[in-house]
């Protein structure tokens, strides 16, 4: 929240640690320095949000899997504040922080597998593209959305449309 709320200049850790209602000694007990605090922050938010989005995607194939998964995260864009700031951080603050991309990518990975996943166990996908082809745009469509709500949330498709939106472009990378 810090890092969204700061920047990466701003989130000193005299700023993160007053915002976590710890003291800096105790922060810097856990880190040796702001951008090892940043990476570690990255890396525990996509995972646990990984674990909530994928576990509670509905459905049995393929295309209700992914239209689900991708519906719940522009909800959690516009709803979660904690999510809004884990896509903030890692679009604005991580390229400023990290000159090597592998540490911000590392919990892509994750996501991209969990994406191969849902696509290689549906047989009824009869997409001309492989399975990790599909998983691979279904993460561009992630990272286009946390890019947008970041910079420009009104296009994203709203609770009314979202639905429609969402299963278009699943059907999109699908076919």
Same mark, same amino acid.
């Given at each position: 929240? +810090?890092?969204?709320?700061?920047?990466w200049r701003g989130a000193t850790?005299? +700023? &993160?640690?007053?915002?976590?209602?710890?003291?800096?000694?105790?922060?810097?007990?856990?880190?040796?320095?702001?951008?090892?605090?940043?990476g570690e922050a990255l890396s525990w938010g996509w995972g646990e949000y990984a674990d909530r989005v994928f576990t509670d995607t509905p459905g049995s194939d393929a295309t209700s899997r992914l239209e689900g998964l991708l519906v719940?995260?522009?909800?959690?864009?516009?709803?979660?504040?904690?999510?809004?700031?884990? +896509?903030?951080?890692?679009?604005?603050?991580?390229?400023?922080?990290?000159?090597?991309?592998s540490a911000k990518g590392a919990g892509l990975d994750d996501w991209h597998t969990r994406v191969l996943s849902i696509v290689a166990s549906d047989s009824t996908v009869t997409s001309s593209l492989t399975p990790a082809q599909v998983a691979g745009l279904v993460l561009v469509l992630l990272q286009g959305l946390t890019v947008t709500a970041v910079?420009?949330?009104?296009?994203?498709?709203?609770?009314?449309?979202?639905?429609?939106? &969402?299963?278009?472009l699943v059907r999109g990378v699908l076919s």
């Amino acid at each position: 929240m +810090a890092f969204e709320e700061k920047g990466w200049r701003g989130a000193t850790f005299e +700023a &993160i640690a007053e915002r976590a209602g710890v003291t800096r000694g105790a922060l810097h007990h856990h880190f040796r320095d702001k951008a090892t605090l940043l990476g570690e922050a990255l890396s525990w938010g996509w995972g646990e949000y990984a674990d909530r989005v994928f576990t509670d995607t509905p459905g049995s194939d393929a295309t209700s899997r992914l239209e689900g998964l991708l519906v719940e995260y522009v909800r959690l864009l516009e709803t979660d504040p904690v999510f809004r700031a884990l +896509a903030s951080s890692t679009v604005l603050v991580a390229p400023q922080a990290f000159a090597d991309t592998s540490a911000k990518g590392a919990g892509l990975d994750d996501w991209h597998t969990r994406v191969l996943s849902i696509v290689a166990s549906d047989s009824t996908v009869t997409s001309s593209l492989t399975p990790a082809q599909v998983a691979g745009l279904v993460l561009v469509l992630l990272q286009g959305l946390t890019v947008t709500a970041v910079t420009r949330p009104q296009d994203l498709p709203h609770s009314a449309n979202r639905k429609p939106a &969402i299963a278009a472009l699943v059907r999109g990378v699908l076919s």
